[in-house]
Nanobody, 123 residues
Framework: QVQLLESGGGLVQAGESLRVSCAAS????????MGWFRQAQGKEREFVAA????????YVADSLKGRFTVSRDKVENTVYLQMHSLKPEDTAVYYC????????????????WGQGTQVTVSS
């Protein structure tokens, strides 16, 4: 299985930028997707962005396009989520997960998860 460890979360002010990371170890597969989801307190986990490990193809949730960018470093086995112009409504625990479905946006298609990293955006 794949082990995932998120890091880089923290407290930022609205309008600032933050990059969170997901370090992966264990098995990776060509065509498999690394996805970012977020879960605000009291709400369901929602899709943020995804990237294919092998080719680096990306998809970002429509509401976040232009502010959020997903990338990966194959040497460091790490996936990144770069967040700009952060808003208080971006406050959530950000999780990375793996999926055998390419660029899936569906929560149920992800089978391995990290523990999450908290991002808090103050107004």
């Amino acid at each position: 299985q794949v082990q995932l460890l998120e890091s880089g979360g923290g407290l930022v002010q609205a309008g600032e930028s933050l990059r969170v990371s997901c370090a992966a170890s264990g098995r990776t597969f060509s065509g498999y997707t690394m996805g970012w989801f977020r879960q605000a307190q009291g709400k369901e986990r929602e899709f943020v962005a995804a990237i294919t490990w092998s080719g680096g193809s990306t998809y970002v949730a429509d509401s976040l396009k232009g502010r959020f960018t997903v990338s990966r470093d194959k040497v460091e086995n790490t996936v990144y989520l770069q967040m700009h112009s952060l808003k208080p409504e971006d406050t959530a625990v950000y999780y990375c997960g793996t999926s055998a479905s390419i660029l899936s946006r569906r929560l149920e298609n992800y089978n391995y998860w990290g523990q999450g990293t908290q991002v808090t955006v103050s107004s």
